[in-house]
């Protein structure tokens, strides 16, 4: 270490003065003549010699100064006050502050702290491998610049084939309980705890003097530590608090840190601290109240305060002062163990940035336009790896798999078509189309999703294809999510058979299986239904049935597909809501045959098309993206909760007119059995309170299918005026005369949920109006709210859900094969447009991933798909 020269000053205190001055006169670049690079270029020898701590001249030496922004100069030069600042306390003659203050041995130290820390018993860890020529505080600042990333990795590049999927253990401090508690973040290797990224960044990076602190502006303080006590308070002096008065030449500041007693303990006296937090005002004095905080020793760089600082997802027991630290030491002793994933030809398309810079980056990013670049790398290569496992599934999927070819015979069609009491759109006809053209294909076997809003008439496109398997001797079927869906579509189905007429049915057998006489096709067609409450006796003639052949089409529940099912010549099977269904139970269905039958799922809940090629990038998709002519828009207005009355008041008027009307209660996601309690709470209070002069009826998760029956039956038929129900109206019957719904807890539904859910009136001639109370409605929920007002596009409004709340919310938590994307976003299309056509091009020229430079992306796409299995097991 240089010492300091008392009688010509040194390039420290020179840029010391420089940089007063530059502050004073607003970063204006005009402190030196000539500018300041002039001066830099001029003692860039000096310094370089002067200091072994050559990362951090490196790092502040980057850019001209010229060409930085006034943000960046300001940051730039407070790095270097930090730097100047332990020169000159390290440098300080022997007298005042040294004895209490003592950092210089600390700095001694140094060489001595990074060799420590290296764990012994880490054989593989590069620290050790590595030669050590920089003795001194050789990490002490994060390589800022992509420059010095690469020198770095290049440095390191792994002759030691550093390997990052080792237990996350391996990390100082990480101990069997912290390993368990990571493992709830699905942290357990390095590599993973590399790829938990911050939920978001707190912006810390200026430092203000203590005299410029303004109340509830965030800001950064390094001060001096004057005094610290540990405090009682709280209630009974329980809590055990921490009070500590900091100083800088410009003014002290009282600190306080609730609940923390044993930081008295680790802050001492006369050591510098930075704080980062908002100061408030206590007894006209400004405090700051629990502010995040980092001991500044000079070998360490921040990384709690003075940056962006990461803020993690918590668990418990696991601080975001732990995590910063283990991911800090993860970067940086492992990051070089990161190798580019993505070709050379590939990358260019991703933004650019190379892996370990954007894994850094997306942690401790320099700047806030640096992080966005690196999450843009970081999202592409999430999308890129889902589009190149979903384009191999496909074609794993498709080889060797034969499929039986169905020939479409347009004159059944065509009579199926005008037997109909309504026209097909042209979207319905399209959508018949692209079946028909899969089955006709028949190898391999046709894998659509058929997506179309409630009321778009899927139930019929999925009948016309259907019929067309049917003419040909096969069996088809339709698994449904609920009891009240399966007997509706196979009242549906009999009715739609039958033309409008009810002379065919067998009225004796009509409420588990019909036959209709099909003229076109020349023959009797039977249709059965099949669920959980179907009796025993029932259950075995359908099952026989089926089982010989005779039963054409089956409809039902996940009755379906039990072991006792068998349908040896089921060559289409639909599956309608088909989210509701798990991969497994899908191909369940498919498997009760000896066939492998075409597959057509068919979804109201709209999906955007980032998420389709997401989650069904393996799906062909058709849309039925018009409705039947003569649909009306459902009148739709958020409510204060201050309005419950009139909204009662207006659903009473509607009654009084001779319609009738739905009350939706608030979803529960507890358990059902609370949720049909609190429905039925409600069902008294408005049946006994508000409206004891209506007929009220109830519906809820918890009757069995015949009494949902009986309920929906009645409100069909018009003996029920209201009907308060929870969300399994969601899949209920049409009735026409129904003119109102009112929502309450309207917040606590998808967007797409509730538009399902209005879709229930609207179904006949009548105006129909939709009201969403919410009694606590958040900022975020009223917006939703309100988005639903004037969007009536089910796939507008699912853009919108999704870009409000996340895919993991657009269908629940973890719904079947939703991949956990963390740095993508649902309105990342662009991004994923880029991946897809990237994945296209790797799976063109490599499809099995086979060629040497594919081998990080094999590897990905493995981990991927083994992430992806877990969370559907
Ligand atoms: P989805 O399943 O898509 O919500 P459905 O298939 O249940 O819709 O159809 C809703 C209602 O619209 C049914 O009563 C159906 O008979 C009717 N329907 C279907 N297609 C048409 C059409 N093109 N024109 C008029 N009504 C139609
Ligand atoms: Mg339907």
Same mark, same amino acid.
């Given at each position: ?6 009688? &010509?000053?040194?390039?420290?205190? #020179? ?87 003592? @950092? ?165 006296? +006369? ?19 629990? @502010? ?5 020793? +000079?070998?360490?760089?921040? #990384? ?5 600082? @990461? ?38 398309? &991703? ?366 038929? $018009? ?17 026409? +005369?129904? &003119? ?18 209005? $879709? ?17 409605? &958040? ?11 004037? #969007? ?38 662009? #991004? ?42």
């Amino acid at each position: 270490m240089a010492s300091s020269n008392r009688a &010509s000053p040194t390039w420290q205190e #020179i840029l010391a003065n420089i940089l007063r001055l530059e502050e004073s006169r607003g970063f204006e670049d005009r402190a030196v003549v000539g500018g300041l690079d002039k001066f830099l270029q001029q003692w860039s020898a000096a310094m370089k010699e002067s200091s072994a701590d050559t990362a951090l001249i490196k790092n502040l030496d980057r850019k001209p100064y010229a060409e930085m922004a006034k943000g960046e100069r300001r940051r730039w030069s407070q790095r270097w006050n930090i730097y100047l600042e332990d020169y000159s306390s390290q440098n300080e003659p022997p007298g005042n502050e040294q004895p209490q203050n003592q @950092p210089s041995p600390k700095h001694k130290n140094t060489a001595t702290q990074s060799a420590r820390s290296t764990k012994p018993d880490a054989p593989v860890k590069p620290a050790q491998s590595k030669p050590s020529p920089k003795p001194k505080t050789a990490k002490a600042k994060p390589p800022t610049d992509s420059q010095t990333v690469k020198s770095n990795a290049n440095g390191k590049k792994s002759p030691t084939g550093l390997q990052l999927d080792v237990p996350v253990n391996r990390l100082r401090g990480v101990d069997t309980k912290l390993s368990a508690k990571l493992a709830r973040l699905d942290v357990s290797t390095i590599r993973d705890l590399l790829y938990l990224f911050p939920r978001r960044h707190q912006d810390y990076s200026n430092y203000t003097k203590i005299s410029k602190l303004v109340p509830d502006e965030e800001c950064t303080v390094i001060a001096n530590v004057w005094e610290v006590q540990a405090l009682s308070g709280g209630r009974g002096g329980k809590r055990k608090d921490t009070t500590a008065v900091l100083g800088d030449e410009t003014g002290n500041l009282k600190v306080i840190w609730f609940g923390q007693r044993y930081l008295a303990q680790t802050l001492k006296p +006369n050591s510098r601290i930075a704080v980062s937090g908002k100061p408030s005002v206590f007894r006209g004095q400004l405090v700051l109240l629990s @502010p995040d905080y980092e001991v500044l020793d +000079n070998e360490q760089t921040p #990384i709690h305060t003075g940056r962006m600082v @990461p803020i993690y997802p918590l668990t418990e027991g696991l601080s975001g002062r732990n995590l910063r630290r283990f991911t800090w030491q993860a970067l940086q002793e492992w990051l070089s163990g990161i190798e580019e994933l993505l070709p050379s030809e590939i990358l260019p398309r &991703s933004g650019g940035m190379p892996l370990q810079e954007a894994i850094r980056q997306a942690h401790f990013p320099d700047t806030p336009e640096l992080w966005e670049q690196a999450r843009n790398r970081l999202a592409f290569d999430e999308l890129f790896t889902l589009q190149l496992a979903v384009l191999g599934r496909r074609k794993h999927r498709n080889q060797d798999v034969t499929g039986v070819a169905i020939e479409t015979q347009h004159q059944v069609l065509e009579d199926f078509l005008s037997s109909l009491p309504f026209k097909f759109t042209n979207a319905q006809n399209r959508c018949v189309r692209d079946i028909m053209t899969d089955m006709e294909r028949g190898t391999p076997p046709m894998n659509r999703l058929l997506q179309g809003e409630v009321g778009s008439g899927k139930t019929v496109v999925a009948l016309a294809a259907l019929l067309m398997v049917v003419a040909q001797g096969h069996q088809g079927a339709i698994m449904v999510p609920t009891e009240v869906l399966a007997e509706q579509h196979f009242h549906t189905v009999s009715r739609l058979l039958g033309g409008s007429s009810d002379e065919a049915k067998d009225e004796a057998k009509s409420d588990y299986l019909v036959t209709v006489n099909l003229e076109s096709i020349g023959r009797q067609v039977s249709v059965g239904l099949l669920t959980g409450s179907t009796r025993a006796a029932r259950k075995r003639e359908l099952t026989e049935m089926a089982a010989s052949g005779t039963l054409d089409l089956m409809i039902g529940t996940h009755a379906l597909i039990q072991s006792s099912v068998s349908m040896p010549k089921l060559v289409l099977a639909v599956t309608d809501e088909q989210h509701r269904f798990g991969v497994a139970q899908r191909s369940a269905l498919r498997q009760r045959s000896e066939e492998s039958p075409h597959a057509l799922l068919m979804s109201a809940t709209p999906i955007p098309r980032t998420l389709s090629l997401t989650l069904y990038g393996d799906l062909d998709i058709s849309t039925i993206d018009e409705l039947p002519a003569g649909r009306q828009e459902v009148a739709t207005r958020w409510l204060a909760p201050t309005s419950r009355e009139a909204a009662y008041g207006f659903l009473r008027k509607q009654v009084l007119e001779g319609r009738q009307g739905f009350v939706i209660c608030p979803l529960v996601e507890e358990s059902d059995v609370i949720e049909s309690k609190a429905a039925n709470e409600e069902y008294e209070r408005l049946s006994t309170e508000v409206f004891p002069d209506l007929t009220v009826g109830l519906l809820h998760g918890r009757m069995n299918a015949k009494e949902k029956d009986r309920v929906m039956r009645k409100f069909r038929d $018009g003996e029920t005026a209201i009907l308060v129900s929870t969300a399994v109206v969601e899949v209920g019957i049409d009735v026409a +005369n129904a &003119s109102v719904m009112l929502i309450e807890g309207a917040d606590r539904f998808g967007l797409a949920q509730l538009h399902q859910f209005r $879709g229930r009136v609207g179904r006949g001639e009548h105006k129909s109006y939709c009201m969403l109370l919410s009694d606590s409605p &958040s900022e975020v929920a009223k917006e939703r709210l309100s988005a639903l007002e004037h #969007i009536h596009d089910g796939f507008q409004l699912a853009e919108v859900d999704l870009e409000l709340r996340g895919p993991g919310d657009f269908f629940g938590t973890r719904q079947s094969g939703l991949p956990n994307l963390r740095m993508a976003h649902i309105s990342d299309r662009n #991004i994923l447009e880029s991946a897809r056509e990237a994945a296209a091009q790797v799976m063109e020229e490599d499809p099995e991933l086979k060629s040497k430079k594919h081998a990080l992306l094999a590897a990905q796409v493995a981990r991927f798909l083994d992430a992806v299995t877990e969370e559907n097991s």
